[in-house]
């Protein structure tokens, strides 16, 4: 199999990956030729989750080889083992069997652990995995002081980082206060600011909006062609793996393709019959096909008020030297029965508005109504109103607690007072929608599902409730195209039934071809609410905003590095 190569740096002049504050490193010739040869070695790897007696597969027999210097993405479905080996290549998991080095180093050998995750940068796909500081400057310098850096270098180390992604005036901020996006950079920042030698990244995209997705991957392209550092990125995005000299694919644990992007790429129909798509809109959902349903329900009658809001602020901690405000003057009107999406940038509010819609936030200024009853007066029953209004998180181990899938959607329903004969039938209706069937997912832990799988459980949780609205904070993130399908197909079912359907996605393609009308968030205030065909109409407000438009990432395939021929060795 041919796969993109970058050719073994000799010794001599150190390379930039070799420059570290604590001094230079030369390879010698055992280490660039011999068997001790810098890369990322997998041998017969399998590994196994055990769950009260039974046996999941995760990992079934990998084989790869890594070298330094090389730009790898990984791709594959929900559930085909990318993030286990990611996490078994830097010894956060032990394989059952099999082993995985690290130049020469063995993650079986407690002795090599921390050398080898000094060497090998890990970022997760939820942030708040690997966030442990007070604050956004802390955190930064967490690593860097675990190294036992300099004061004055480290510094200037985190000035450095901080400027680089953009977080120089959240210095003082909590982690948690922060937006998902906010999140998600501070955790890449914080792992980048410690000069790693290989760098995992599950996913690092995924909750960027556009212009911090072209950032994000433009920071990865420099840290491997200007300072050499070896990039291990799994991604759901096809036009993110066109960036990449070699494309790995997984499928059940496997390795099942590598080759060049553009040699997997070019011939799709392998791909889709793991579950997964090439470049370009996906095959499956042809344009405007959400928002003709959305306009048939249009013609049946005029519709009422679903949730309204009035003057609406919210700041988040009022009074204190990290005070943010979230939301100014906030006035909608959300009709029943639409489909609708909440788009903005990073840190725009979106998250912290839906919140209001079910009492999970209270106003600091304004109001909040839900059918025509206004939120937080005195006699509103909150638990009626979040009985009608279902919000999947945008992070799904927040709502995922119970010991199997199968309690966990059951759970609300219990709450709501469901009959017991009638809770297996809702749960088993649910769990069947979103493409979890309860005969093998519903005895199972939330703990031992992957992350879009998480994502579905969660959104079963909600929809088996059947909420009057349903609101989806990113439903399709860390999802495969067959998981992105699902999602869609539910949303149009739900909403042709009669069910009002609220989506914050940083995906314009998805918002463009499901909704029905858009509302534009920025800096905490509505700068637009209107149809996509308005909305998108007026492409440099959005690009003003760090949005883009709906085909901007198949436009940009052909200019990707990635799709030029490069040179390929056999292995």
């Known amino acids: 199999m041919k796969v993109a190569r970058r050719p073994v740096q000799r ?24 068997p001790y040869r810098l890369m990322i070695e997998i041998k017969d790897l399998y590994f ?38 990611a996490r078994c290549i830097n010894g956060l998991l032990r394989p059952t069997s099999g082993e995985v080095k690290v130049d020469g180093l063995s993650t079986k050998r407690s002795e090599d652990i921390w050398q080898i995750r ?3 940068g890990m970022i997760f796909q939820n942030p708040d995995d690997q966030i442990v500081s007070a604050t956004v400057e802390r955190e930064v310098a967490f690593g860097l002081e675990n190294l036992g850096m300099l004061p004055s270098v480290m510094r200037s180390r985190v000035e450095e980082i901080l400027a680089r992604f953009d977080l120089e005036g959240y210095r003082f901020h909590h982690p948690h206060r922060l937006s998902g996006g906010e999140k998600q950079r501070l955790a890449i920042a914080s792992v980048l600011a410690m000069f790693p030698e290989y760098l995992i990244l599950d996913e690092p995209t995924s909750l960027l909006d556009p212009m911090g997705r072209r950032e994000m991957m433009q920071i990865l392209k ?16 096809p036009q993110e793996a066109l960036q990449a000299y070699r494309l790995i694919v997984m499928a059940e644990g496997r390795v099942v393709m590598d080759d060049t992007p553009a040699g997997i790429f070019s011939n799709p129909d392998p791909l889709r019959g793991l579950g997964l798509e090439g470049p370009g809109a996906p095959s499956w959902m042809p344009i405007q096909q959400g928002r003709e349903i959305v306009a048939m329900s249009d013609v049946k009658r ?48 979106k998250t912290t508005l839906v919140q209001h819609f079910n009492g999970l936030l209270r106003p600091t ?10 939120l937080w007066q005195k006699g509103i029953d ?42 297996d039938q809702r749960v088993n209706w649910a769990l069947n929608l979103v493409g979890l069937t309860p005969e093998k997912f519903g005895s199972r832990s939330p703990l031992t599902l992957s992350e879009g799988e998480k994502r579905r ?30 999602i869609v197909d539910i949303l149009i079912r739900l909403n042709s039934g009669g069910t009002t359907v609220i989506i914050i996605s940083h995906d314009m393609d998805l918002v463009a071809r499901l909704c029905g009308e858009i509302i534009v968030l920025d800096e905490g205030r509505v700068i637009k609410v209107g149809t996509p065909e308005g909305v998108f109409s007026q492409p440099e407000v959005l690009r003003s905003m760090r949005l883009d438009l709906p085909g901007a990432d198949e436009n940009a395939i052909n200019q990707s590095p990635a799709v030029e021929t490069h040179p390929v060795k056999e292995r």
């Open 11 to 34: 010794p001599g002049k150190p390379l930039p990956w070799q420059k570290r504050p604590w001094g230079w490193y030369t390879l010698s010739d055992e280490e660039t030729e011999g």
């Open 48 to 85: 196994d989750y055990k769950w009260k007696g039974e046996t999941i597969r995760a990992l079934d027999g990998v084989n790869l080889q890594i070298d330094k210097g090389e730009s790898v993405a990984i791709i594959g479905a929900n559930g085909s083992g990318k993030t286990t080996l």
């Open 118 to 120: 000094r060497k090998v």
């Open 222 to 237: 420099e840290l491997h062609t200007e300072d050499g550092v070896t990039t291990v990125h799994i991604t759901q995005y």
């Open 302 to 349: 005029e519709r009422s008020s679903k949730i309204a809001t009035g003057g609406l602020s919210y700041v988040y901690d009022r009074g204190m030297p990290t005070e943010r405000k979230a939301l100014t003057n906030v006035d909608l009107e959300i009709k029943e029965e639409m489909l609708l999406a909440l788009i903005g940038p990073t840190g725009s509010g």
């Open 365 to 374: 200024t304004g109001w909040v109504e839900v059918d025509g009853q206004r």
């Open 382 to 423: 909150l638990k009626k109103v979040r009985r009608k209004i279902g919000l999947a998180f945008q992070f799904p181990e927040f709502q995922l607690f119970e010991e199997s899938i199968f309690k966990d959607v059951a759970f609300g329903l219990r709450n709501l007072g469901v009959p017991e004969e009638r809770i």
């Open 457 to 486: 459980a969660a959104i079963a949780g909600v929809v088996a409730m059947r909420p009057e609205v349903l609101i989806l904070d990113e439903p399709t993130v860390g999802l495969d195209p067959e998981g992105v399908k699902c």
